[in-house]
């Protein structure tokens, strides 16, 4: 007869790992107590869809329906993005990148995109830099609106849900006509951007800016005055700026506690100094708060994309060192997948140093002087930072993100402790993590 003791102390994989099922946290949560005469229940919550974003673990401990104490276990995923990129060249590496936070790819791109043309000593060109802006800012309404739907749905609200996915169509819409792809870009290069706006792009956005204010008027017809929707988000989740900034907290989080900061406002970059938009805040630091927020964060957005798209110029789209532009300056066949036919004449029959110069940038790309550098930028979800390290070589040495949704998930704890286990759900969904960019 067995005991409790010698019962599958561990459990051997297929894959020939073993796992130890009388050990780890859950040592450190019931070390020195005794679970049955102190009351204490703990549960996992997840990870699970939709209410744990997928691969997000919670740890509770419950007195009752009460959270006493929350932790948080990551790592599910586990993508190995910036590992990847030491194997890519710079180039390269926005590919990976890009799939870090799926949800805002175009701000990996950008981030990184800074740090390397840091570390090069050049700037895009004044085009390439307003449309990484614009494209910026409609990938910010594309995540919050998913934010809006994900969060609604976790809460039972399925009319938002549905409002919110509609609206993010457009937004996709928007970022493959100009990029050819509705998610994991790979627009943003070193040096400028893969290429120009399409055609027409002018009736594009201004359809798009029509949907967009129609929608936001939809979601304060929807829920703002909407009583379950005040009632599970009011007074829930409550954080103040004391505690956002002693965990490290930024975006709309610190922003909805009261502090109005905000990269393009207090360390601009790509020209966002010269736009006339306002940085969002309210005082009351709970759930409630951050849907206000990011409702107006979207309102801005829509302002900035008006003023980019006045400003619009003729222009290069990639810096002019030919070194640096493959493969922006190639030309597409009519498959739209290609060379064209003209591209591969030129470098094949009239010109030997133009065949050179694209083999080895195919093969090798080119090389980045020594040393490091950090790059932000304001995402939907805070401050996103790439450290970035170069040898000088045509491969990144490290690339390391400063991911918010990492960062803002220590706050979990003092969103959730003192409220009941469904506050829970609302103060996770007000966070808007993206597991893709903490694992990554």
């Known amino acids: 007869m067995s005991t409790t003791d010698d019962y599958a102390p561990s459990r051997a994989t297929t894959e020939g ?245 905000d990269m393009r406002k207090t360390e601009p970059y790509l020209g966002y100094e010269t736009f006339d938009f306002e940085v969002p805040t309210d005082d009351r630091g709970d759930c409630w708060s951050r849907f206000v927020v990011r409702v107006a964060e979207m309102h801005e957005s829509i302002k900035i994309i008006e003023q980019v798209l006045a400003r619009l110029e003729p222009g290069e789209t990639m810096h002019d060192d030919p070194k640096i532009a493959w493969p922006a300056k190639l030309s597409l066949g009519p498959d739209g997948m290609g060379n064209s036919l003209e591209h591969v004449q030129k470098i094949m029959n009239t010109s030997m140093e133009s065949l050179i110069h694209h083999f080895k940038l195919v093969t090798e790309g080119f090389r980045v002087p020594a040393g490091q550098v950090y790059s932000k930028v304001e995402s939907p979800r805070g401050e996103l930072g790439a450290h970035i390290v170069s040898d000088g070589g045509t491969r990144p040495y490290r690339v390391h993100f400063r991911e918010p949704s990492f960062i803002n998930l220590q706050a979990v704890a003092a969103l959730s402790i003192g409220g009941q286990v469904a506050d829970v759900i609302a103060a996770v969904a007000s966070i808007d993590p993206v597991m893709g960019g903490c694992d990554r």
């Open 17 to 261: 790992r073993v796992y130890n099922l009388t050990g780890g946290d859950w040592d450190q949560v019931f070390g020195g107590t005794d679970p049955i005469a102190d009351e204490k229940l703990v549960i996992n919550m997840g990870p699970q869809h939709p209410s744990t974003h997928g691969v997000l673990r919670l740890v509770l401990e419950l007195e009752g329906e009460t959270v006493t104490d929350a932790r948080v276990v990551v790592g599910y995923l586990h993508t190995g993005i910036e590992k990847n990129t030491e194997y890519r060249t710079w180039t390269q590496g926005v590919t990976f990148l890009t799939r870090a936070d799926y949800l805002s790819p175009i701000f990996n791109e950008t981030a990184y995109c800074l740090g390397v043309e840091r570390l090069l000593g050049i700037e895009a060109p004044a085009r390439a830099q307003l449309i990484r802006v614009l494209m910026m800012e409609v990938n910010r309404l594309s995540s919050h609106w998913v934010w809006l739907a994900t969060g609604g749905m976790e809460l039972g609200a399925l009319t938002a849900m549905t409002n919110g996915f509609r609206a993010r169509e457009r937004c996709l819409d928007v970022l493959e006509a100009v990029t050819g792809l509705r998610m994991n870009h790979a627009f943003v290069r070193p040096g400028g951007v893969a290429q120009d706006l399409p055609e027409g792009y002018e009736e594009i956005f201004a359809q798009f800016l029509k949907e967009q204010r129609e929608e936001l008027v939809g979601v304060d017809r929807l829920l703002r005055g909407q009583p379950i929707w005040i009632n599970r988000l009011k007074d829930v989740g409550w954080i103040g700026v004391e505690g956002c900034i002693a965990l490290g907290i930024t975006g709309p989080l610190l922003r909805a506690a009261g502090l109005p900061w």
